[in-house]
């Protein structure tokens, strides 16, 4: 099958509205819950597609094509396509779908997946994409969260903005670090 | 020419010019030639004839004529509005003026003359009315009720009806009325004002009031003076108060049997050597603790003294409560903004399905709609 989609990567965002089913305002609701996860979940991504498919194609299949071709855009750190997730929707066909990498199926098991989806079939049905989104992220994050392990962000990650790092300057750093930096040759006393 | 010049023919022409000449001077002096007008005399002005349209006590010198008021003249008052008002509606439309209230007159001492009389009534007289207050047919209905209710009751119930404004003096003994039988037994005497229900007087024998409690029998005299009042009849309110009291009785002796007189076995005369110990009960009256007093104005001052103390202490525990619970959220944000989750490691063994190097279909669909 995977013959058949071709080798070629697929650059995809974490979310694409193809059928333009969400508001600005709610696609912004949904990015920030997007990258609100990327945040507490380091190794994951989640990504979501809005779009009518082709009567040849089925969620599951674009789902299974985006995680094997899907070139995902991380911001800090690469991230494998073996811990993503996506959540496929096709307004027409009033179907969704959502398929995880190897990594997951353990933590995210079919059956997992589709209580997961059950409880966003009224707000669906409703049209009302943005919550249902927002509430599948919650959904992953809180059942990925049973098994994993509490860090520190600064412990594990390396510093996202030049904030965390700046903010023991020279300028204002304590004088340990001050006395340090001039044994070390590189400040004048 | 003789004839003509006769002297009663020239009377007679001088007397025709004398009219004529009355009769020009009289036309010269009406200006429309129609009938001659009254003429008013200067000694006549200011008496209006009375036409019935006046009010009885109107004044015609209060009339003034418009021309005639000055502004600054102080001898001018204007009238009060409602006293002009007064000369021509009826006065009772006006009563709504607040009058003060009558001030209550003193209660009277019932005269000696009626409380001997009431002494010397008949032993079995239920009803005391030596000044014949109430009218023979209620006298009457109340004996009745009273009479039955001795009957079948052990505490008898007697009424000593005073007028409303009367009152019984300080020392009176009442264990001589109704030549003594009052104070026989377990009795219960009533001196009731007349219209005044909430001025009566519950006086019960000594047993009684030993075998019972003072609040039951307080609770008793107010539920009679509670039924009472609750129709402005007077004499239908004694009427009330009677029914109630008999009515309280029977409970009374339901509730506390004891308040029964003991009955009589074998009275043997007393010995003359020891005299016979004076048994009569005596007569103690049941009063109604008063309301409280209630409390017309709010005072901020007492209000702070009492529930301060509980107000501030659990403004302080709010407080705090909201202050640690800030805390504890603003804490957890924290806390959770620097929060990661990691998944073990993923060591890559996989069976490959469907060719898919990193996911093998492992999804779920569901349809909506």
């Known amino acids: ?88 929707l096709d307004p027409e066909a009033r179907t969704a779908g959502l398929m995880v990498g190897y990594a997951l199926e353990q933590r995210l098991p079919p059956r997992v997946l589709e209580r997961i989806l059950r409880r966003v079939r009224t707000p669906l049905w409703h ?6 989104i927002i509430d599948v992220v919650e959904a992953v994050a809180r059942t990925v969260r049973k098994g994993a392990r509490r860090a520190l962000r600064r412990d594990v990650l390396p510093p996202a903005a030049p904030e965390e790092f700046l903010g023991g300057s020279a300028s ?16 004048q006393p | 020419m003789r004839r003509f010049t006769s002297p009663a023919m020239v009377r007679i022409l001088l007397g025709l010019a004398a009219v004529q000449v009355a009769g020009t001077r009289a036309a010269s002096e009406r200006p429309d030639g129609g009938l001659a007008l009254p003429q008013w005399e200067e000694s006549a002005t200011g008496v209006l004839p009375s036409s019935g349209l006046w009010p009885d006590d109107f004044n015609p010198n209060l009339i003034i004529h418009p021309a005639m008021v000055s502004q600054g003249d102080a001898a001018v008052q204007a009238e009060d509005e409602e006293d002009s008002w007064l000369r021509f509606l009826p006065r009772s439309l006006f009563s709504n003026r607040k009058t003060p209230p009558a001030p209550e007159p003193a209660l009277a001492d019932i005269s000696p003359e009626a409380l001997r009389a009431s002494e010397n009534a008949p032993g079995d007289t239920r009803v005391l009315d030596p000044q014949g207050i109430l009218g023979e047919a209620q006298t009457e209905d109340l004996t009745r009720l009273l009479f039955f209710h001795a009957e079948n009751a052990g505490v008898e119930a007697r009424f000593l009806v005073l007028d409303s404004g009367q009152q019984l003096p300080p020392a009176t003994d009442l264990s001589r009325l109704a030549s003594g039988e009052v104070a026989r037994g377990s009795a219960c005497l009533v001196v009731y004002p007349l219209g005044a229900p909430q001025r009566a007087r519950l006086f019960l024998t000594r047993n009684v009031t ?40 029977f409970w009374l002796e339901r509730a506390y049997p004891a308040v029964k007189p003991e009955p009589v ?90 060719g898919g190097p990193h996911c093998g279909g492992c999804g779920a669909t569901v349809k909506y709609g």
Not at chain 1, 178 to 187: E, I, K, N, P, Y
Not at chain 2, 230 to 241: A, C, G, K, N, W
Not at chain 2, 275 to 300: I, N, Q, W
């Open chain 2, 265 to 354: 076995l074998n009275v043997l005369p007393p010995s003359p050597e020891t005299p016979e110990p004076s048994s009569v009960p005596v007569l103690s009256e049941v009063t109604v603790p008063g309301p409280p007093p209630s409390r017309d104005r709010f005072s901020l001052e007492t209000f702070g003294r009492e529930w301060l103390p509980y107000v501030g202490s659990g403004f302080a525990g709010l407080l705090v409560v909201a202050g640690v619970s800030i805390m504890f959220i603003r804490w957890r944000r924290r806390r959770h903004s620097q929060t990661v989750w990691l998944l073990p490691d993923y060591d890559h063994r996989h069976p490959v399905r469907f």
């Open chain 2, 210 to 249: 030993q075998a019972a409690p003072a609040a039951y029998l307080e609770s008793l005299a107010a539920a009679c003076r509670r039924d009472a009042v609750e129709t402005p009849d007077p004499v239908e309110q004694l009427q009330r108060f009677a029914t109630q009291l008999s009515i309280r009785l």
């Open chain 1, 1 to 88: 099958m995977m013959a058949a989609f071709g080798l070629d990567l697929i650059p995809l965002r974490r979310l694409w509205d193809e059928a333009h089913c969400l508001r600005v305002h709610e696609a912004k609701e949904v990015e920030k819950a997007l990258v609100n996860f990327e945040e507490h979940y380091p190794q994951l991504f989640l990504a979501v597609y809005l779009g009518v498919l082709p009567p040849t194609l089925n969620v599951n299949e674009l789902a299974f094509l985006l995680l094997n071709r899907g070139m995902f855009w991380a911001e800090h750190h690469p991230r494998l396509n073996e811990h993503a997730i996506v959540l496929v």
């Open chain 1, 127 to 132: 049209a009302e994409y943005a919550p249902a």
């Open chain 1, 172 to 187: 204002s750093g304590s004088e340990a670090d001050q006395a340090d930096q001039v044994s070390r040759g590189r400040l």
